[in-house]
């Protein structure tokens, strides 16, 4: 263990992130996240609110086991006039956590002495009891207690003296963690350093935590101005995520806190090295861009352009760089260079296993072949099987496993004979398999014309590759792309495959038609099955 | 006049903003923005770089002339072994300024002596000898000089007596402003603000700037901090635009420093009413989606959700909004999610301006419906057209446009006679337009099975709804949502549609057929734009 200063980290991307216009998080996306943040190395993950929707229930019924993170249910402090012990919303959460070991229960009440008169329309000082009562209640169950205190910083501008009894009340009653939250996100970070002093007069800090939102793009700065007043712990999301402009961003705190300030969190230099990774993990669960200007994370952050800046940054990149990419599991991108790209290229090569010397003339082949297809709209970075196959292709690897004359497709909707409305998606297939036949044709339905096509190049090649029986598609991703020169959009598909024993790998299509680019990404899904079951070529 | 301090804004969005990957102005772009950025109140207003690129040179050479900003060129300081007068570059800058009345010239220079030994390698004593004779230059010749302090902060750390000696310079020398730059990004809110109150102990802050990029997400907090410490004038672009992850968003810091801080800028309540126009301005001339979580003028960043929350927003919407979303000529905005009960459907309805009474039993239909629709899948927090569909059918009070009797969408792909892979998509649409046909044919051609359908549809509509000309789908979202049994996947469509001249709106469609769901999506869209138009069916 190093004498750093502890911070604790608090991930509220599966509840906080969770109110995000536009998310909608499953329960199986929720325990993938889960578990990556658990591998992270994050201290508390909060799964959601149980009771409060199916989703979140769902998650509690059946929580991921982690290794090093403690599980935390978020709930309300107890409604008025009934004890803690017979409150349905504080029993919820204790179920909830039942028999989950080191379980938290982070409880949110409020600190503003205005909400409490006009949202709860009850005494202030019942509201105390409130607070403490729920928490002294969590902890005789047996739950590590947590209080969020809404609106504690405009609370405090208010009234301070009634914001202070509030958190105190938590702090006796047995919390763990006393959390002050931005809720409505406009405090400014030489306002949060200040209340927080003012609090770690009362509590001490390594009992204090801070949780902020992004009204004026100061959730980071005010995160690290509490740290800097006292507290040691901070809550935040993936990637910013969160209702309104969002919470305060763990993947931009992480490096800050490690590589900065002198900190230790939970996330050791190899967990570092994976927030590349998992900031594009959660984008693609959201079926969103990633951010290319996000801080250490994006695909710009360490982007320099041609010239002489460029031979200065390889000379002396500390004098260019504030920290090295590869800390935080990114890369140096040198725009505009032949050099980036071979070098990208190799390492690449490198990731998927393909060993070639440097100074191959393949490189050079496949650097402008990946080139090609960049500039056509395809996204090698979350495809790694069509790198890997585009890689062996151009190395002249991958053997050609079978060959498409033609597809067509046929979607049909219409009122049957019964009055019902019916939905008919129909596919045929004609293939080239060497050594078995010239001309495949196979037919069949679908529900969904990819799916349908699928089926139907299946049902063709299965006599010939058993190794495809099983294979089953999970995700379907689909954006439209306008290229630079703005004339025309062209549609990108991803494709994510797996077996029902192995690991899914992910495709990538493009083409003006989504149906002909989602055929791109099938093929190489196909060809990736085989190529990794260790087909061989029926031919003579 | 206010007798509150005053902050001096310097935009570089046309210069450092161009500077991002993947951003390309055209002199027309540079010439339109600087007209927004003139009209909004920013007091300085960088062109680019005379002689680095055709694109300056010619936004140089008839450059926009404004009524309040002034016009600033960016330049270097001269180089090594030449007078100023007799510099190349900085004769550059004259020309490009020349007759441009009050204009500025910003001179970026070296003041990390590790840069000057190894960059510049000169003695570190020249090095002041560039600094100060440039900027003497530029007043001779009666612009107003500015230096931008290139790896000040770098450079202060490394050898803070060096680093204050080229400032220093910069200022005898007869600068305006001496800004502070954090070229790499690196730096901490709280290191910025203890270096620029040292530097103000030999420079008057009222002519101390500050330059910060987003690398660690603090650029904005590093600005404010500088403020803090003394400087009175920030750089900075719309957007947060820049190289890697970006500069100082000047449309985050205006209403925070007017609305929070208590300083006057030139943005005056009129022009701060103008941010969330000028912020898509920069986004549609880029041909970016806006980002919906901004601070103050992104779409989700006064959204509400949930049920108690929505009402106590309604009752006392200061309690709940760090300022008021009209202030930066935003609005509020309540999302409908399943979270959502009656109060929240009857928020959103009168957001869209639909008045009915809370009482009224169609409301208690209307909610039932949204939560049918959410269980199958459907999402309203994105696609409001969608949701004041559903509303105003269920209210009755939506005219049916046209009935789809049938559709086919077949696409193809295969080798034509000349040996050319050929993609093909056409459907067929069967409709009933109400007073004109009951059973209207058509069909059509497109690049993909949607725009083939959408094609189709407005083929067979358009002469009974010429409304429907123009209309135009700008992008096409797919997401496969696996429901909570778990036993059929289905997949959600999102389209945004436009017309030449208005905003565009958002509709969703589901269901197991990817081009079935799309069809629902595209139905909403007509639908929606034909009410939007105030079209009437054509009816006896």
Redesign the interface.
Known sequence: MSDRPRIYLYDTTLRDGA????V?F???DKAAIARELDALGIDYIEGGWPG????DD?FFADPPRFKRARLTAFGMTRRPGRSAGNDPGLNALFNATDGVPGAGVCLVGKT?D??VD??LNIPRGENLDLIRDSVAETAARGREPLFDAE?FF?GYKANPDYALACVRAAYEGGARWVVLCDT???S???EVEAIVAAVARIIPGDRLGIHCH?????A???S??AV?AGARMIQGTLN?LG????NA?LI?LIP?LSL??GYETGVDGEGMRRLVHVSRLLDDRL?RAPN?????V?E????H?GGLHVS?VE??PT?????PPEAVGNRRHV?VSDQAGRSNVLARLREVGISIEPGDPRVGALVEAVKRREFEGYAYDGAEASFELLARRTLGTLPDYFR????????????NAQGQLV?L?EATAKLEVPGVADALMTVAEG????NALDTALRKALIPAYPHLDGMRLV??????L?P?D?TKAV?RVMIETRMPDGAPWVTVGV??????AS?NALFDSITYCLYRAGATVPTA
Chains 1, 2 share one sequence.
């Not at 992004?214 to 100061?218: F, I, M, P, Q, R």
């Not at 004098?319 to 920290?323: C, L, M, P, R």
């Open positions: 109110q995000t216009q536009g909608d499953t329960a199986a409060a929707n199916p989703t769902a503003w205005f909400h006009v949202a609106h405009d409505n996100g406009g400014l970070p030489h992004n009204d004026t793009e100061n980071v700065a005010n690290l101005a800097r910013g209702e309104r402009c969002g961003n931009s800050t900065k300030m079926n290319r200007h996000a801080a250490y994006g710009s952050a360490f982007a352009k200065a000379k002396d004098s260019y760089e504030h920290v725009v498409l004359i033609s597809f067509r497709v046929l979607d049909e909707r219409r009122w939905t998606s529900n969904g014309p990819v995700d379907y991703k689909v954006r439209i306008t630079q703005g549609t083409s003006a038609n989504v149906i002909d055929f």
